[in-house]
């Protein structure tokens, strides 16, 4: 499964983004989206199309988690948002791998591995279903990972509100959280 994650502070500003792919089942971490020529901007495209949904939700919803808030069914992509005190909004949005009978379809030259080594990675892979419980779960322990790291960024006095986080260290412990849930 491909992952697009941004935190966007509450007048919709881009805080911080970053892509990444799954590394449970045997995935490798590297992203792979649906249409990798455009994929930066469809990605943006997709979640602050997604922003007025969240804003509707935000004042219904008393919990700080949403879960899967939207889908964009041209390339199968979800996304599940997380609301902070202060107004940010962090947006994951993910899209399960194309099916075996999609991206094999040149033949049987074409290089995919044989149907058999991807069913039996795919089955026991959270990204096999991304509206799961088990999906649902993974991706709330990432927000609430990447949340707590968040919160101990903007806590440093050399940070200021509404600047975007360039941290290294930061990317790094999203990436470990990505890593460890997705």
Same mark, same amino acid.
């Given at each position: 499964?491909?992952?697009?994650?941004?935190?966007?502070?509450? $007048?919709?500003?881009?805080?911080?983004?970053?892509?990444?792919?799954?590394?449970?089942?045997?995935?490798?971490?590297?992203?792979?989206?649906?249409?990798?020529?455009?994929?930066?901007?469809?990605?943006?495209?997709?979640?602050?199309?997604?922003?007025?949904?969240?804003?509707?939700?935000?004042?219904?919803?008393?919990?700080?988690?949403?879960?899967? *808030?939207? $889908?964009?069914?041209?390339?199968?992509?979800?996304?599940?948002?997380?609301?902070?005190?202060?107004?940010?909004?962090?947006?994951?949005?993910?899209?399960?791998?194309?099916?075996?009978?999609?991206?094999?379809?040149?033949?049987?030259?074409?290089? $995919?591995?044989?149907?058999?080594?991807?069913?039996?990675?795919?089955?026991?892979? *959270?990204?096999?279903?991304?509206?799961?419980?088990?999906?649902?779960?993974?991706?709330?322990?990432?927000?609430?990972?990447?949340?707590?790291?968040?919160?101990?960024?903007?806590?440093?006095?050399?940070?200021?509100?509404?600047?975007?986080?360039?941290?290294?260290?930061?990317?790094?412990?999203?990436?470990?959280?990505?890593?460890?849930?997705?």
């Amino acid at each position: 499964m491909s992952y697009y994650f941004t935190i966007l502070s509450p $007048t919709d500003v881009p805080l911080f983004s970053h892509s990444f792919g799954t590394s449970k089942a045997g995935g490798d971490g590297v992203a792979r989206f649906r249409f990798p020529d455009n994929a930066p901007y469809m990605n943006q495209f997709i979640v602050h199309a997604s922003l007025d949904i969240v804003e509707e939700l935000q004042w219904s919803n008393g919990a700080m988690y949403l879960k899967h *808030i939207d $889908t964009y069914p041209p390339t199968s992509a979800y996304v599940s948002a997380f609301l902070t005190g202060s107004g940010a909004r962090f947006l994951l949005l993910h899209q399960p791998p194309q099916p075996a009978t999609a991206a094999a379809g040149g033949g049987a030259s074409s290089g $995919t591995p044989p149907a058999s080594a991807t069913s039996r990675a795919s089955s026991s892979s *959270i990204a096999n279903n991304p509206t799961s419980p088990q999906t649902e779960e993974a991706v709330r322990q990432f927000m609430n990972e990447v949340y707590e790291n968040w919160v101990k960024t903007v806590m440093s006095p050399f940070y200021r509100r509404g600047m975007e986080i360039t941290s290294s260290v930061f990317r790094g412990r999203v990436v470990a959280a990505g890593k460890k849930w997705l």
